[in-house]
């Protein structure tokens, strides 16, 4: 009899789904999760004042020795960086001539503790894209297939957002939107009136507004408009494993959680074409042993899951399980974020903006949608705010006392900032391998990283820099800094991985010759193995990928609790 009915790799934004519905639908479930216990009223550090924060709150020397790919990303500092892995314990290579900045953190909740919370839809012209244009295979599902989830998973996270009617950007099931700024509502004004072609929107995120009795019952609270999420939210106003989708999966009774525990492989029975459980190591302990189940879910996110199965390989699957389609580990994908400006909305000097909001504007992609270009496909869409200057505009400013002080305390100018992200295309060269000789402290092989910018993804984003420069000339923006889409090239952009939405590796297809996973993110080799991380991912749209993560996550778990009740599994 095996140790439990499913076993669950990976805590964060998909695998917490996984175990929520897994342990609704009455199953005994195991998530096995590599990092610590994160426990809120403990490490959340939302509520520590700025003269208790050491350093200033500043990256230090050190810092950059412990950290030195995950101190460059944005949500990095004294008090998160507790939620970043130490680059140095978890190394991993990049092909030679290529860069790739992993970002990661290994405690419950992964990401979701540190995601930025941005939450859009893929649209049926994103499930058809692949078979239009010929990148990649066909998506197995076209978006009505999975409206329903996208709905369950609106609802119970707490989506706030506004209705629009766009086909390239589906509307959901929405709490208020965080409204925009005076600026911002006089930048859509403008962008809309000189391109009636593109829309400016309120960001769908996942914070709080209109919190529901279910959300209540949990803990939640509504969004204090502090814009402190990275800490962690005492309040639960922003949607993370922790708080959300672990508690809903305790309050059953099903759930047991595994931290400090890496896993090792999945062990496979060649007679029964099964997976029979998984191989696991103790952090701390560095001791091993074995847990068992009737299905597997791996949720580790795509790197760490490719490695898994890669490492799996045995004689039956001499390439890696589930890789009879040898398209394990390839088409690695992320987004490209770029195209950035600095620049000043003048005027509107009376007015402030109201609070912190954890968001700002979206801009929905245009590019080969309402606009065609002849050099590209696909396309990318934008997010920004436009906020008032506050004394934090002067504080490298020579100075001291009334003079100085008084200073500071008339607001600065309204200030933009926007960075586009830009869709990477399916592409077999972009890959990730185990190392042949190489492990880490735990005797794990190191992933080696190879992916590049490839002719596309350089085109879009010399679209994305001009788009922006003729965006804020048509708003009549004093503009401080904008690229020059000249001079945009493969070297120049951010590195793959600097997205933090990696993705693809273990695809979903309509042929078990060219892809990895069924329509139900089932394996194609082995039937009760699923896959509900990134990795399933067929194409990546230009639309922050968390929510649809959620969504397919909910779908697989109840198709399989089907499966399982019927016997199937």
């Known amino acids: 009899m095996a140790d439990f009915d499913v076993i669950v790799v990976g805590s964060g ?164 939107a965080h409204e925009l700024s005076c600026a911002e509502t006089e930048f859509k004004q403008k962008v809309e009136t000189a391109f009636p072609t593109r829309k400016v929107i309120p960001g769908r995120v996942a914070n709080l507004t209109q919190p529901t009795p279910e959300q209540t019952a949990l803990g939640r609270g509504q969004c204090q408009a502090r814009d402190l999420c990275y800490r962690g939210c005492s309040f639960g106003a922003y949607f993370n494993s922790n708080v959300a989708t672990l508690p809903a999966a305790k309050n059953t009774g099903n759930l047991t959680m595994m931290t400090d525990t890496a896993v090792v492989k999945v062990d496979y029975d060649e007679a029964t074409g099964r997976a029979t459980g998984v191989k696991i190591i103790d952090i701390n302990t560095k001791q091993t042993k074995t847990v068992t189940a009737r299905v597997v879910f791996l949720n580790a996110s795509t790197i760490a899951t490719s490695l898994i199965l890669l490492n799996s390989a045995s004689d039956a699957a001499p390439k890696g399980l589930g890789n009879s389609s040898r398209q394990l580990g390839k088409n690695l994908m992320d987004h490209v974020a770029g195209a950035t400006a600095d620049a000043i909305m003048p005027g509107l000097e009376d007015k402030y903006h109201w609070g912190r909001r954890p968001n700002g504007f979206y801009i929905p992609r245009f590019r080969n949608h309402t606009e065609p270009s002849e050099d590209s496909v696909r396309g990318y869409g934008y997010q920004g705010r436009i906020y008032r200057d506050n004394w934090r505009r002067n504080v490298w400013s020579p100075g001291i006392g009334a003079e100085y002080k008084n200073a500071q305390r008339t607001p600065g100018p309204w200030r933009l900032g926007i960075v586009a992200f830009c869709e990477i295309l399916p592409d077999e060269r972009n890959h990730v391998a185990a190392h042949a000789t190489k492990t880490d402290e735990w005797g794990l092989p190191i ?30 923006m004093q503009i401080n800094w904008v690229g020059n889409p000249d001079e945009v090239s493969a070297d ?73 009740e019927s016997g199937v599994l």
């Open 13 to 176: 934004m998909s695998g917490g789904w996984v175990a929520k519905e897994m342990c609704e639908r009455g199953f005994k479930v195991c998530v096995i999760e590599r990092g610590r216990q994160i426990t809120p009223e403990k490490d959340y550090t939302d509520f520590v004042d700025p003269w208790d924060t050491p350093n200033l709150n500043r990256t230090t020397e050190e810092d950059k020795t412990k950290y030195p790919i995950q101190s460059t990303v944005y949500a990095f500092n004294q008090n998160t960086k507790q939620y970043w892995v130490e680059d140095e314990k978890h190394p991993y290579e990049t092909a030679p001539g290529t860069e790739y900045g992993w970002l990661r953190g290994y405690h419950t909740g992964g990401r979701s503790m540190m995601w930025g919370r941005q939450s859009y839809r893929m649209s049926e012209i994103d499930f058809q894209a692949n078979k239009k244009d010929g990148h990649g295979v066909d998506w197995p599902v076209r978006y009505n297939d999975i409206k329903p989830w996208y709905d369950k998973v609106d609802y119970f996270a707490g989506i706030s957002g506004s209705m629009e009617g766009l086909d390239i950007l589906p509307d959901g099931v929405f709490q208020p």
């Open 447 to 476: 992933p080696v990283i190879n992916q590049r910018h490839r002719e596309n993804e350089v085109a879009l984003m010399r679209h994305a820099t001009r788009d922006t420069k003729l965006m804020l000339e048509a708003a009549g």
């Open 492 to 564: 120049n952009m951010s590195a793959p991985g600097r997205g933090i939405h990696e993705m693809g590796t273990a695809r979903m297809g309509r042929d078990p010759k060219t892809s990895v996973l069924n329509q139900w993110n089932q394996s194609w080799d082995v039937p009760n193995l699923f896959i509900t991380d990134g990795s399933f991912m067929t194409s990546g749209g230009c639309q922050n990928p968390s929510i649809s993560y959620m969504a397919f996550s909910a779908r697989a778990a109840h198709h399989a609790a089907d499966l399982m």
